[in-house]
């Protein structure tokens, strides 16, 4: 199951594939960039895509938002579509561990942030937070997380998002790198991926209230 569609997250799948025979299941919106790996370089070019992609892999299983996925025994998981980060992320809940795996949907403060849809991640990021239950969080950019802490990284993530939205209005006229200097990212270069997650503060129609 890929938690999106970026070339980081899916660049050994077509190897596994090969090897394996398993099936590859995504949410809908990321289904294009999967099997197209051309134009996911052509609308989001990053440096060493080629070094981070095997190439495009057939999406097997086409995922929705409230799919349960029937893993055995007692065992199953649950499709949160969390959009944001990427159009078709999705975040995961294993039961009955009650496990969530966000892959990057839930940004790590002091870390690079990295999103294309500011309103989409904040409310991805609170329909997170109204997932009950969950003991373990497993992140792709954090140490796992326990218990009541879950809640609390969910809500800094919020918080952060918010805090780059007031930095990103109040000093994108004077640079990227006072953006970045401002929300204590000093010396982080002003790469593409930055660029495009600041731009995305930036458009008319981002609402965070």
């Known amino acids: 199951m890929q938690t999106h569609s970026h070339a980081d997250h899916i660049g050994a799948t077509p190897v596994i594939k090969e090897l394996t025979g398993c099936e590859v299941a995504a949410h809908r919106n990321a289904v294009g960039w999967i099997e197209n790996s051309d134009v996911q370089f052509r609308e989001r070019p990053i440096p060493n895509f080629d070094a981070l992609t ?3 892999v057939k999406v097997d299983r086409v995922l929705e938002d409230g799919d349960v996925i029937d893993l055995g025994e007692v065992m199953s998981i649950r499709v949160i579509h969390t ?3 990427s159009n078709g992320s999705i975040s995961l809940v294993l039961s009955p561990d009650n496990v969530l795996f966000s892959g990057d949907s839930i ?6 942030p990295i999103y294309d849809n500011v309103a989409e991640v904040i409310s991805s990021l609170r329909k997170l937070r109204e997932t ?4 373990l969080l ?3 950019w954090d140490d796992p997380v326990k218990g009541d802490d879950v809640y609390k990284a969910i809500d800094e993530g919020i918080d952060y998002v918010k805090r780059i939205h007031e930095v990103v209005l109040g000093f994108s006229s004077v640079s990227w790198e006072k953006v970045l200097e401002e929300i204590g990212l ?3 270069p002003v790469n593409p991926l930055v660029v495009r ?3 995305a503060h930036l458009k008319e ?3 965070i209230s």
């Open 186 to 188: 000093e010396g982080v």
């Open 197 to 199: 997650t600041f731009e």
């Open 132 to 135: 009950g239950g969950v003991k």
């Open 107 to 112: 940004p790590l403060p002091g870390d690079i």
């Open 138 to 140: 497993l992140s792709s």
């Open 83 to 85: 959009p944001g980060h």
């Open 205 to 207: 129609d981002v609402d």
């Open 54 to 56: 095997g190439g495009p």
